[in-house]
């Protein structure tokens, strides 16, 4: 399985940037995504998540109504739309897969991430 997140930069507040994840080597619709993010000196926090449809979206509170998430089940991609960015949300952002199976329980990709900078 490899994720591969890219869309990442130096952005000023209030800005907007759209990260991908390209992901290959899985059967994509079978999977749950998600991003996350990590703060310099921070734990790994969730972001937000799409079901297997695109038709649930969960997302964190700190980003509510600034992020969308969606995914493309043809290309194999996950998307997330940051508008309004804070300085609060630089981070490196990783790209996640999740599937439950029987026997193995609940199973993780990660992607290598890709930094987003937000200055103000």
């Known amino acids: 399985v490899q994720l591969q997140a890219s869309g990442g930069g130096l952005v000023q507040a209030g800005g907007s940037l759209r990260l991908s994840c390209a992901a290959s080597?899985?059967?994509?619709?079978?999977?749950?995504m998600g991003w996350f993010r990590q703060a310099p000196g921070k734990e790994r926090e969730f972001v937000a998540a799409t079901r297997r449809s695109g038709g649930s979206t969960y997302y964190a509170d700190s980003v509510k109504g600034r992020f969308t998430i969606s995914r493309d089940n043809v290309k194999n991609t996950v998307y997330l739309q940051m508008n309004s960015l804070e300085p609060e949300d630089t981070a490196v952002y990783y790209c996640?897969?999740?599937?439950?199976?029987?026997?193995?329980?609940?199973?993780?990709?990660w992607g290598q991430g890709t930094l987003v900078t937000v200055s103000s």
């Open positions: 996640n897969a999740n599937i439950w199976t029987p026997g193995r329980g609940s199973l993780d990709y």
């Open positions: 080597g899985l059967i994509f619709s079978s999977y749950v």
